[in-house]
């Protein structure tokens, strides 16, 4: 019997040549996309890189994730590129990306950008370049574009850099300058949801690197994700000019974001809560188990984590806690790291954060 020749649109095939189901758009076979955004088992966290204190200078290049819903021990999800530490991460529901950072034993900082695929473990890929070599440049996300700022490089003199990068997670290729924010800032925090991103905290230096604290004058950054400009600030911190909110870690949801611990004697004990909508001040909403700087911080839609940080000297710390976005109170024990990531600033990534 012959085979119609006409094909209704809307038809659905199966291509036993490339395994795939196929649908026709009245042109054309298309190939379906199929994903499971929370991958059959709940959001997955990754946490990549960082360095240890043995010796002191060493970089990771070690990823390792967990399945937010639950709890118990990271398991190993491949390698990055190179070894590295303070990078910048965003993602979508299937894609992670890392940027920039420490390389070279704490001499050099990269402009190199790799990519993961969340739902499968492996290697990092190579994605493309970054305008700047740059170390802690921060970034958010919705599904669909990063937005990188604020950082650092080793000339002159650790200074603090004002830069915006932006690129599309879908594709491949080099990211692109973004535009500049108004003022120098270094060691902040940042989260949002899928309209804007915040950054936070951290020092705030001249471009020859004299750095001090923030202060209660000097708020958040909020950067709007489409059109990649600052558009306004966002309220005051709880505890600034403490030195609690230099090194800190943060993560959200799509209403609610998080900071976590941070620097001071002793490391900060609490966490933060911020309305995004509102625009309004940080308020406590709980305490840490363990209290860390520079902790890696990621969440799904109802549940926040954060791994590793120092806990004190420098320390490699393995430790995971989380605790409910919409309850707070006191963090509760995970689970560890594995011992290939670095436990004190490796980067955190999820396929169900508040910007998607």
């Known amino acids: 019997m012959a085979i119609p020749v006409e094909v209704s649109t809307g038809a ?17 076979w298309m190939q379906i996309a199929v994903s499971s955004p929370d991958l059959n088992g709940g959001a997955r966290g990754i946490f990549a890189g960082g360095w240890r204190n043995s010796p002191s200078t060493a970089r990771s290049n070690g990823i390792d994730y967990i399945t937010i819903s639950t709890a118990g021990n990271a398991t190993d999800f491949g390698d990055l590129t190179k070894r590295q530490s ?20 704490g001499t050099g900082a990269t402009n190199a950008i790799d990519f993961i695929t969340i739902a499968t473990t492996g290697n990092a890929q190579d994605f493309g370049d970054l305008p700047v070599e740059i170390k802690a440049h921060y970034g ?18 650790f200074a603090s850099k004002k830069d915006i990068s932006v690129l599309t997670i879908a594709s491949t290729g080099s990211a692109f300058d973004g535009g500049d924010l108004s003022r120098h800032q270094v060691q902040c925090f ?16 001249s471009p020859n690197g004299t750095s001090g604290f923030a202060s209660a ?4 950054i909020l950067i709007n994700i489409a059109t990649h400009g600052e558009v306004s600030t966002f309220g005051d911190f ?8 230099i090194r800190s870690s943060a993560l959200s949801n799509s209403t609610r974001g998080i900071r976590f611990s941070g620097y001071t004697s002793p490391y900060h004990l609490t966490y933060d809560k911020y309305e995004i909508a509102s625009l309004g001040n940080a308020t406590d909403f709980g305490d840490v188990l363990y209290n860390r ?9 109802t ?31 995970f689970g560890d790291l594995t011992d290939r990531p670095s436990s004190s600033v490796p980067q955190g990534i999820s396929n169900g954060h508040g910007g998607l």
């Open 303 to 333: 549940r926040g984590v954060a791994a590793g940080g120092d806990g004190g000297d420098y320390a490699t710390d393995r430790d995971i806690q989380y605790f409910d976005i919409a309850s707070g109170g006191k963090a509760v024990d």
């Open 190 to 205: 940042t989260f949002g949801n899928g309209i804007r991103g915040i950054w936070g905290g951290g020092y705030y230096q």
């Open 238 to 245: 709880n505890g600034a000019g403490d030195g609690s909110i």
């Open 12 to 28: 659905i095939r199966y291509n036993t040549d490339s395994n795939k189901m196929e649908c026709f758009n009245g042109t054309k």
């Open 86 to 105: 303070y990078m910048g991460t965003c993602s979508s529901r299937t894609r992670g990306i890392i940027l920039g950072g420490d390389v070279d034993n």
């Open 293 to 301: 700087e520079w902790a890696s911080c990621t969440s799904s839609a």
């Open 140 to 157: 958010h996300s919705n599904n669909t574009r990063g937005v990188f700022a604020t950082g650092y490089n080793p000339s002159p003199s």
């Open 217 to 220: 004058g000097e708020k958040h």
